[in-house]
Structure formats: structure tokens, C-alpha cells
């Protein structure tokens, strides 16, 4: 009962903690004068500082860029670039933590472990490079549903990702009823608490 209690409570403290992030970003976005105020407005990435690709991170499968999304989309898709595709990739990396939150002491979880707040942090990196980037938006829908169905990603990073292929599909209810059945209880759970 006591375990219970705690991933009830920790679920709850990320579930706060990421719609805080989203609401900071939502604003922003509102706002482009306040996205250079943001802690990550000034990076740039890793294969711009080093003026070449990182070599260590292998491109995106190209199943991953051009998966058909049950979205008509007006204008044809563009192939990431280099730089971007890298991104995803990192990104999707870092939300396989599931063995990290399952080892974390339980001290570790009356707060926001790291790897959740790591994890969130990538993902709204994402979503600002996409909002920089708004001729690839086909490429981050199709990110954004490789990551809800992720089995290995966080629950809560899959539900976030969930959330932004939902704001960015126009899809019908038969649509959005098959991919909520293809998807975890726990998952859809918390979408619909976002």
C-alpha cells in the first residue's frame, strides 16, 4: 500500500511539474520576444558547436521521419536535416529511463527524479525547434507519435508526446479511439489529464 501511495503521489508531483513546463512554453510561443528568456533560447546543437555531425548518434530510421499520420497534410513533407534529426534522436534516448526510475531510492521519489526532468527538458527543446522549424511539421507529428507509442519511453514523457500529436492532428474520433486502444492504459490515463 505504501509503494502505492508513493507512485500515486510521485505520477502526480510530474504530472504538475510537466504541465508547468508546457504552460511556461505555451507562453512563450505566445510570446517570441520571451523565448530568448528561456534557459535554452541561446544553444545550439552539438554538430553546430563542433561544426560537423556527431558521428556517435545514428540517424533517425527513416520509417521514423516519414510514417504516414492519419492527418491529410496540406503541403509535402521535408527530410530533416542533419542537425534535427540528430535532435529527435537524442531525444528519444533520453526518455528510456524506465530502469532508472524503477532503481531510484525512495527519497528519490518525493521529488521529480532527473531523468524525468531531463527527459521533459529534450522534449520541450523539441517542441521549440519545431516551432522555429515550421516546414517540418510533419516530421515532429511523426516524432511525436513514434514517441506515445514507445514502450521503452517514460509513461509520462509518452502522454506529453500524445498531447502535442493530438494539438497538431486533425483527426476524427474513429481515428483517435484505434491509436488510444493501440496505447497503454496508463498512458491514455494521463493524456487525458493533461
Known amino acids: 500500500m505504501r509503494k502505492e501511495v508513493l507512485w500515486a503521489l510521485l505520477l502526480a508531483f510530474i504530472l504538475v511539474a510537466v ?10 510561443i505566445k510570446n517570441p ?4 528568456e528561456l534557459p535554452f533560447g541561446e544553444e545550439t546543437l552539438p554538430d553546430e558547436q563542433a561544426g ?43 526518455f528510456h529511463q524506465k530502469a532508472a526510475i524503477r532503481n531510484s531510492s525512495s527519497e528519490e521519489l518525493h521529488h521529480t527524479p532527473k531523468v524525468i526532468r ?12 519545431e516551432a ?34 493530438a494539438q497538431r492532428s486533425n483527426w476524427d474520433e474513429d481515428t483517435k479511439a484505434q491509436l488510444l486502444s493501440e496505447l497503454p492504459e496508463s498512458v491514455v490515463r494521463l493524456y487525458r489529464a493533461l
Open 132 to 165: 522555429q522549424n515550421p516546414q517540418y511539421a510533419q516530421s515532429y507529428r511523426d516524432f511525436y507519435l513514434q514517441c506515445a507509442r514507445d514502450d521503452e519511453a517514460l509513461t509520462v514523457i509518452r502522454a506529453q508526446c500524445l498531447e502535442k500529436y
Open 33 to 36: 520576444d520571451a523565448m530568448a
Open 19 to 28: 504541465l508547468f513546463a508546457q504552460r511556461e512554453l505555451k507562453e512563450s
Open 52 to 94: 560537423q555531425p556527431d558521428s556517435s548518434i545514428d540517424e533517425l530510421p527513416s520509417e521514423t521521419i516519414t510514417e504516414e499520420a492519419p492527418v491529410e497534410s496540406s503541403s509535402e513533407a521535408q527530410p530533416l536535416p542533419e542537425a534535427l534529426n540528430n535532435q529527435l534522436r537524442t531525444a528519444l534516448e533520453s
Open 118 to 129: 531531463d527527459a521533459a527538458e529534450a522534449l520541450a527543446k523539441i517542441a521549440e525547434t
